[in-house]
């Protein structure tokens, strides 16, 4: 499929019944499922120059940055579908960024759904993974999921 669109990705998200929404706020379908774990920020799933993004942002411990860093190798090791980086903004609290990248020319549903359900299950053993090492950062209750309402653009 040479002209893959955002309609085509929303299009098989809701033939899989992966709940999702457009947010106003940035050209992402946010993952509702995965937004709804705790310590989750953002799940999103972006269609960039013929690429397929999934991104999730988990809200991390300023004090946790020094040696969360320095696990990030064997993190991602321990998962070589997806990356895991460290997004650190001034103005911002640390986030840790787990991502999946899948070309979409000519891509099928039935590939892009094995891919989907791959980095979910991924950045969900992440984000057990951070949990165990106590380095999410959940004392804020605008950062809980529930709490949440709109996404943090």
Known sequence: MSDFTRDHLENWLKDLSVRH????????IHLTDLEEQLGVLESR????????IISTELPIRPSAVLPLHGSLNLVNFEHPLVKVTLNLHDDEIPRLVISGILIAAELSPAYFN??????TQSTLNVLEHATALDVLFLDEPELDADAQGDALH
């Open 114 to 119: 094995a891919f989907l359900s791959a980095v």
């Open 21 to 28: 929404y457009l947010c106003p706020n940035c050209d992402g």
């Open 45 to 52: 799933v972006f269609l960039d120059e013929g690429m397929i």
